[in-house]
C-alpha cells in the first residue's frame, strides 16, 4: 500500500508550485528581516535613551551616595559620643554595652513600625472564573 507521500508528484505540480514557494519564501524572509531590524532598532533606542538619562543623574546619584555615607559616619559618631558621655558615669563597657543595647532596640522599634505601616490588603489581582467551556471537561485520567 502506498500514501500519498511515497508516490512521487507530478512534474508538472512542480513547475507550478515551485515558483510559488520560492515567492513565498523570499517574501516571509523579507518579512522576518524587517521585524528583526525593526525589534533591533527599538532595542538601540531603549538603550540610547537609559545611557542618556544615566548620564544626567549621574551627579545626583553620586551626591546621594555620599550624602548616605557621611550620614552613617555622623550616626556613628554620635553613637561613640553617646558611649562616651555614659562612660562618665558608668565603666566603659558598660556605657558601650547600654548604648549598643539602646541603639537595636531602636532599630527593631523602627522596624516593627515599618512592619505595622504595610499595607493588609493583597496587591495581587484575582483572576476571575473562566467561563470557557472547554475548562469544565473533566481529564479522563483525573479520579
Known amino acids: 500500500m502506498t500514501t500519498t507521500t511515497d508516490r512521487p508528484r507530478p512534474r508538472i505540480l512542480d513547475r507550478l508550485t515551485d515558483p510559488l514557494a520560492e515567492r513565498a519564501r523570499d517574501r516571509f524572509e523579507r518579512a522576518e528581516d524587517k521585524v528583526r531590524a525593526t525589534v533591533q532598532h527599538e532595542l538601540d533606542a531603549v538603550g540610547a535613551s537609559l545611557r542618556r538619562r544615566a548620564v544626567r543623574i549621574r551627579p545626583s546619584a553620586i551626591a546621594f551616595a555620599v550624602a548616605a555615607l557621611l550620614t552613617v559616619v555622623g550616626l556613628l559618631l554620635f553613637a561613640t559620643a553617646a558611649v562616651v558621655a555614659v ?57
Open 87 to 143: 562612660a562618665q558615669a558608668l565603666p566603659l563597657w558598660l556605657a558601650t554595652l547600654v548604648v549598643g543595647t539602646s541603639l537595636v532596640l531602636l532599630a527593631a522599634a523602627a522596624a516593627a513600625w515599618g512592619r505595622a505601616m504595610l499595607p493588609t490588603t493583597s496587591p495581587v489581582i484575582p483572576v476571575p472564573p473562566s467561563t470557557h467551556p472547554a475548562e469544565e471537561l473533566v481529564h479522563p485520567w483525573v479520579d
